[in-house]
């Protein structure tokens, strides 16, 4: 048997050669030498320059395309190149040549390239509408004011005009020989009778008071008071709403231009003119048979607006948002309650529809009183 063959053997036979090493030539210029030393210029950090006769590798570039075209229709006369010394390519030269975009263009745009010469000589001109946040209301003077489309009972009296335009009167303070007796003070005594707004539990508006408990969440009474004082805001800064003959305010109501004026009042004479009077209480079984029967029952002043806010909030939750922010549904209420004024809103509806359901079943009023069988 013959022996084994070992590769081994022959492997240290054979000799191993190393490759022939080649240099490794970066990209070169053509007809520019390669600096194989450091110069003066190096040392302070400036650019290279290529030597008298020679050509550098930034020398020489070719010139952009829209160079190129515009000096072309230059020496062609035509004048349809790109404009290269303005800020590009006019709008009216793209939409000469896209269709599609030519009749989504606006219809200056539109005329401009029917006319080109009057869009290029056109002057600048005021603008024909006005950027006030403010707009101008026909109610707004006292010429404009038409009380023929009112009932009478809304026009208001010339005592309550003076009311309206008297200005408030500031108490004056205490008597001399009062601060004599109490010694001790810095200031001086306040005026006697004390003003109703002074205690601190009672120093808001009774409506501004209950609309701000209604509108709070989950106990956060500065959420609820940030949100009452942008519903003023509102209120303060609209213009004059625009009083409806069809759906008349409370009696007494004063002309829609002092509104604004006063938005406290402004607040309580949209919720007491859409408060509803009375509730339906269903007594469960008393129409016999196991039915349910309607029985109105009258509301105090507190109920009426409370029940009027509920109608509003439900109403402006429905409303969509014009923005964005933290403002924003106290920006809707605003809203709901200038419509509620207006006679827009659907809470007017909600309160006929109880009107006339209390209306029709006016004749259990008395169901408490006679005997039941």
């Known amino acids: 048997m013959p022996p084994a063959m070992t590769p081994l053997k022959s492997v240290r036979t054979l ?22 030393y450091a110069d003066e210029s190096a040392k302070h950090n400036a650019l290279p320059e290529a030597q008298q006769g020679q050509t550098g590798p930034n020398m020489q570039q070719a010139e952009h395309v829209s160079e190129e075209a515009a000096k072309m229709s230059q020496i062609m006369g035509t004048g349809d190149g790109p404009d290269i010394e303005g800020q590009g390519t006019p709008v009216q030269d793209i939409l000469k040549e896209d269709e599609e975009a030519r009749k989504q263009a606006p219809q200056v745009m539109k005329d401009s390239l029917k006319n080109p010469q009057s869009a290029q000589n056109a002057k600048p001109s005021k603008r024909p509408f006005s950027t006030l946040a403010r707009r101008p209301a026909p109610d707004m003077a006292a010429d404009s004011f038409n009380a023929s489309q009112l009932e009478p009972s809304m026009i208001p009296t010339e005592a309550q005009r003076a009311a309206y335009t008297a200005e408030p009167q500031v108490p004056e303070p205490a008597s001399q020989a009062i601060q004599e007796e109490k010694t001790g003070h810095n200031f001086p005594l306040p005026a006697l009778p004390l003003p109703p707004n002074s205690h601190k ?13 209604l509108l709070m969440r989950d106990g956060k009474k500065a959420a609820a008071q940030r949100n009452m004082s942008v519903i003023l805001s509102t209120l303060r800064t609209n213009s004059p709403p625009t009083y409806s003959a069809t759906r008349p305010l409370l009696p007494g109501a004063p002309p829609a231009s002092h509104l604004p004026l006063h938005p406290v009042l402004y607040l309580t004479l949209a919720i007491d003119s859409v408060a509803p009077i009375l509730r339906i209480r269903s007594q469960r079984g008393a129409a016999g048979g196991g039915v349910a029967l309607q ?14 806010f509920q109608w509003i909030l439900d109403a402006a939750s429905k409303r969509k948002s014009r923005g964005s922010g933290n403002d924003q549904f106290a920006t809707k209420v605003a809203d709901e309650l200038i419509a509620v004024v207006e006679g827009r809103s659907g809470v007017w509806e909600k309160r006929a529809a109880v009107h006339r359901l209390a209306t029709t079943a006016r004749s259990n009023l008395t169901y408490g009183t006679r005997g039941r069988r």
């Not at 539990?201 to 408990?213: E, F, G, L, S």
């Open 201 to 213: 539990d009672h120093r808001y508006d009774p409506v501004v008071q209950q609309v701000t408990n």
């Open 15 to 36: 000799a191993f050669r190393p490759r022939a090493s080649t240099a490794f030539r970066p990209n070169t210029v053509v007809g520019v030498k390669r600096r194989t």
């Open 295 to 308: 029985i109105p029952v009258p509301l105090g002043l507190r109920q009426r607006r409370r029940q009027a």
